[in-house]
């Protein structure tokens, strides 16, 4: 009876707060969150970029954890190892999102994050183009465009730390990017694309976001899913999330409503989300991700704000 009892609590918890559990339940102790379930390796590059949102949930003590251990592992030159311990340019911005929200407020985290972003230009050719050590976790489900998201947290400490090199940097990668005729269109899986939708947001490149949006617009089914690639039926969780915080920030709220919607029909009793959903699902999906719910929680949080309920 008690095992009802509190299935039934966790349950009637709005869908924010679960996978807030979530990420206490999954988080290794004084260090980060992991992997996913099926590898519970803390996981440098989604605990860095976790952070702001813990921030922005008012978890201060789990960001200042979260951000202490990623200092402890940043390698000499700056930047920052991925699970098979190597450094990833990337994974080191996404960390560097998490040092720029805990800026003032964690011993350390300027000196940090000044030497990460030093180790980023490093990782920028005369072209533009934004190049890394390596790439072989990529597999083949992700190529150097999501590099474009690797460039607001450069453009925002340079902001932060009055370094108007990282800034300049940052607009010149992505004066390249804008130029390969493969960032915008949908073409690539949900999660992918978003975040190059999210990053042309970051940028002030609404109208290039827009156009990358329709795209996904017309891919939006009655029950608000989006195919994982234009071509599939499955959906993939975490880039469902993204598009709502771009349909948010676009003004757009009754699409990104409906994507609410359907990711709190299928989050999971623990709060969790599995990477895809759906016949034939092809992205880790008999796991729950630690990304998913980072970006279901930020999504929701603007969709609370669109709301007139938080501030």
Not at 142 to 170: C, F, M, Q, T, W
Not at 213 to 226: F, L, P
Not at 253 to 259: G, L, Q, S, V
Not at 273 to 293: P, R
């Amino acid at each position: 009876m008690r095992t009802f009892h509190m299935l039934f609590w966790k349950k009637s918890k709005p869908s924010y707060e679960r996978a807030m559990d979530w990420f206490k339940d999954n988080m290794v102790e004084n260090k980060g969150i992991i992997i996913h379930t099926k590898d519970r390796t803390p996981y440098a590059e989604v605990t860095g970029y976790f952070i702001p949102t813990l921030y922005n949930w008012g978890e201060q003590e789990l960001a200042r954890t979260c951000t202490k251990w990623l200092m402890s592992i940043q390698l000499p030159d700056g930047s920052f190892p991925a699970p098979d311990g190597v450094p990833y340019t990337f994974d080191t911005a996404q960390i560097m999102r998490g040092l720029c929200a805990a800026l003032g407020d964690v011993d350390g985290a300027e000196d940090s994050l000044r030497r990460a972003s030093d180790w980023m230009l490093t990782q920028i050719e005369d072209d533009g183009r934004m190049v890394t050590p390596s790439t072989e976790l990529w597999t083949d489900i992700a190529n150097d465009l999501i590099h474009s998201y690797a460039l607001p947290p450069l453009a925002e400490a340079g902001r932060l730390l009055n370094v108007p090199e990282y800034e300049e940097k940052a607009k010149f990668v992505l004066e390249y990017y804008k130029k390969q005729e493969t960032l915008v269109p949908f073409n690539r899986l949900t999660h992918f694309h978003a975040y190059a939708m999210e990053a042309l947001c970051e940028m002030g490149e609404l109208d290039l976001a827009r156009k990358g949006m329709a795209d996904i617009e017309r891919c939006q089914r009655n029950n608000g899913s989006i195919p994982a690639y234009p071509d599939v039926d499955w959906i993939c969780s975490t880039g469902m999330a993204q598009y709502a915080i771009v349909w948010y920030t676009l003004g757009d709220k009754e699409r990104a409503d409906k994507a609410i919607r359907y990711l709190e029909k299928i989050q999971n009793k623990s709060g969790g989300f599995f990477g895809s959903y759906g016949k034939g699902s092809k992205y880790i999906e008999s796991a729950e991700i630690s990304w998913g719910v980072k970006y279901f929680l930020d999504a929701y949080l603007l969709k609370l704000k669109s709301e007139g309920l938080r501030n």
